[in-house]
């Protein structure tokens, strides 16, 4: 999964342009993931001017079956 | 706030703010919605513009202007220079106090702007967009509208929301990180350009002065080439080799959407305008003008739209995007994807065979014919260009 480093963002929006499911939130203040919609593509960590983004090799989406 | 407008602008940088100005001048009920606390801020921009682009607009002002540009320095990547000949003036704005004052014109035309509110889905009805949902203050509002003016920049959501595809690829995404330095020595009038891999790979670095020994400097990297080193790291290195007494007054980063410009800029009830609709020049990166430029048809249109009661009439403003700036940013951009191909001995030899002409020929149209010499296998593309 994409974990975020809050305190390196700068909330430019460079990672919400190439987000292909437009699941990155970003308000005047803060950022943050929509978990159950990211495919861990990585364009938002590949994008990024800051080093926002580190992707940690665990799956973030995985629905445990009722 | 009222609960319904007959205009909705989403984003108050210049062409948010500039359709607000134009759409509550020809009668339409404005209100623009600003994420940030304060309009203008934070600064998101190289914020250099030519005289032409902007006198259409605003009278350049001291009190927005840092520094008058009549120079270009070109750096090929050897470090020849090139200088060729501009016509005309160009500034180097202070986007705080011009972002003020573009804000000020729309609100004295009527248009209510409201900042600390963020939008966060479009609602529709019957395929047409009718309105936003908005958190303020702490509550979520829906916000009725006939028309919705997504103005939100790079990130480009209100359209995705209504179901346009707005996404930026990789290859046009160009990752940028800026910053504004005291105690940089620069000449005021001149705007230097670096090129190279070792600079800014499929992008460029910039020094745009802004008077008292202060500059903007900044880069951008396509985000398809910074997965190794990111575009801070890039800034950090040019900074310490070039300016190591620099004192860093602002970092920011930033995305500039360098994209073939969207066939649809319009839905019914939505239009898009600025970088939000990826109306920057693909090749300078550059969109305050032409996104005021858009938001000037825009806001004009919805203004009629209303007036008429006719949303068909919608389309004119994409008709007027396509013909006017459309057309040429379509040309740009597969000029941008020749000089895409570029390696640094291209560049060098460009440059070299530029600095060779009397100082007389050395014009921008010139550096493009050395391009295309310098590099055969161009000739090719460009006559593509010129005949597709």
């Known amino acids: 999964m994409i974990e975020i480093h809050e305190d390196k963002c700068d909330l430019c929006g460079c990672c919400v342009g190439v987000c292909p499911e437009n699941c990155i939130d970003l308000t005047e203040s803060r950022i943050s993931i929509e978990y159950d919609i990211c495919t861990d593509c990585r364009k938002c960590e590949w994008a990024c001017p800051f080093e926002v983004f580190e992707f940690k090799n665990q799956r973030a989406n995985v629905k445990v079956p009722a | 706030m009222k609960d319904s407008y007959d205009v909705v602008v989403v984003g108050g940088g210049p062409a948010g703010t500039t359709a607000a100005r134009f759409a509550a001048m020809g009668g339409a009920d404005v209100l623009v919605l600003e994420k940030d ?38 750096v090929a990547p ?25 804000a000020r014109l729309a609100a004295d035309e009527g248009a209510e702007i409201v900042t600390k509110a963020y ?54 995404m160009e990752s940028a990180a800026q910053v504004t330095a005291a105690n940089v020595n620069v000449e005021d009038d001149t705007c230097l350009f670096y090129f190279g891999e070792k600079y800014a790979p499929g992008g460029y670095l910039w020094v745009f002065p802004k008077g008292n020994r202060t500059a903007n400097i900044g880069l951008a990297v396509a985000a398809d080439q910074s997965r190794k080193k990111h575009a801070l790291k890039f800034l950090e290195e040019f900074m310490e080799k070039k300016f190591p007494d620099a004192s860093v007054l602002s970092k920011l980063a930033g995305g500039v959407p360098c994209a073939e410009t969207l066939e649809e800029v319009s839905m019914p009830g939505l239009m898009l305008v600025g970088d939000a609709a990826h109306q920057v020049n693909p090749v300078s990166g550059g969109g305050i003008i032409s996104g005021m430029i858009a938001g000037k048809m825009a806001g004009k249109v919805a203004a009629d739209v209303v007036k008429k009661n006719d949303m068909s009439l919608l389309r004119d403003y994409d008709q007027e995007w396509q013909k006017s700036l459309g057309a040429r940013h379509h040309r740009y951009y597969k000029i941008k994807k020749v000089i895409y191909k570029f390696r640094d001995n291209d560049l060098n030899s460009i440059a070299a065979a530029m600095s060779k002409l009397p100082e007389s020929e050395q014009t921008l149209g010139a550096l493009f014919k050395q391009a295309v010499i310098k590099h055969p296998t161009l000739i090719v593309d460009v006559m593509k260009l010129f005949f597709s």
Not at chain 2, 44 to 71: L, M, S, Y
Not at chain 2, 78 to 102: A, C, H, M, N, S
Not at chain 2, 141 to 168: C, H
């Open chain 2, 37 to 74: 606390r304060e309009i203008g801020v934070p600064v998101r921009c190289g914020e250099a513009v030519d005289h032409e682009g902007i006198i259409e607009f605003i009278q350049p002002d001291k009190k927005f202007v840092a520094a008058e540009i009549r120079n270009f320095k070109l």
């Open chain 2, 119 to 172: 939008v966060d889905s479009v609602t529709r009805n019957n395929g047409r967009v009718d309105g936003v949902t908005v958190q303020y203050k702490g509550d979520r509002i829906r916000l009725k509208s006939k028309i919705v003016i997504g103005a939100d920049g790079v990130e480009s959501r209100v359209g995705r929301w209504a179901g346009m595809n707005t996404t930026v690829s990789m290859h046009d």
């Open chain 2, 78 to 102: 050897d470090g020849t220079v090139v200088k060729p000949l501009i016509e005309g003036v160009g500034y180097v704005l202070d986007r705080r106090v011009f972002d003020y004052e573009l």
